[in-house]
């Protein structure tokens, strides 16, 4: 599950325009909100656009894309509801 938050920072922390993200990730400006609201996943391939345009360590990929929280939610939801 991705880490909307933590991703919003890194895209800030490194002063990168979104829509030059969305420019490299072949998307409208409109499309790449969407995706940066979770209302639409990331694909693999975008994500490791992301991680070469925003230059995240694998620590820092991992913590946006992989957020350990979010999983552990799904699968609290998930053992309950089975």
């Not at 391939?45 to 913590?63: H, P, Y």
């Amino acid at each position: 599950m991705v880490n909307y938050q933590l991703l919003q920072e890194h895209i800030k922390n490194k002063g990168i325009k979104k829509r030059k993200l969305a420019e490299l990730l072949g998307l409208s400006p409109e499309g790449f909100y969407k995706k940066l609201k979770g209302i639409h996943a990331f694909t693999v391939s975008e994500a490791g656009i992301l991680r070469t345009a925003l230059q995240m360590t694998n620590e820092e990929f991992d913590a946006v894309f992989f957020d350990s929280e979010c999983c552990q939610n799904v699968d609290e939801y998930d053992r309950k509801n089975g």
